[in-house]
């Protein structure tokens, strides 16, 4: 079985042999493999699905996430997006968006929860 292997990697261009390759058996061409069924998503991978599938749907990259918990549904993160970019940097419109997660990671659903300019302070009173 490893000679057919073997075999079959030769005529392919250097490189081809990747992770890629084991990612399309499982249905997933482009992205890292999914959990099993049933089985919850780690934190880290929680964060990079909410930040991932966030940008996909808003068409813009996240600039961080600052808040990510457990629920009993899966995962709950707010994700930092820039809105509006301004010079000076400090005057750029951020967004803070609240997004729940499946236990499998997927997004369930988001709602920006606020808006502030990249120099603002928050202070609590």
Request: glycine letters at 8%; zero cysteines; aromatic letters at 4%.
């Amino acid at each position: 079985m490893a000679a057919g292997k073997q075999e079959d990697a030769r005529p392919r261009k250097a490189g081809a042999h990747s992770t890629r390759s084991r990612g399309t058996a499982q249905g997933a061409p482009s992205q890292p493999p999914r959990h099993a069924v049933g089985r919850p998503v780690s934190a880290r991978r929680a964060m990079r699905n909410a930040s991932e599938q966030l940008a996909e749907l808003l068409g813009r990259a996240p600039e961080s996430v600052s808040a990510l918990k457990p629920t009993e549904e899966g995962w709950q993160a707010d994700v930092e997006v820039v809105e509006l970019e301004r010079i000076p940097e400090t005057t750029s419109v951020l967004a803070s968006y609240r997004v729940a997660l499946d236990k499998a990671g997927e997004l369930q659903s988001y709602e920006r929860i606020r808006r502030y300019t990249r120099g603002q302070i928050d202070r609590r009173t």
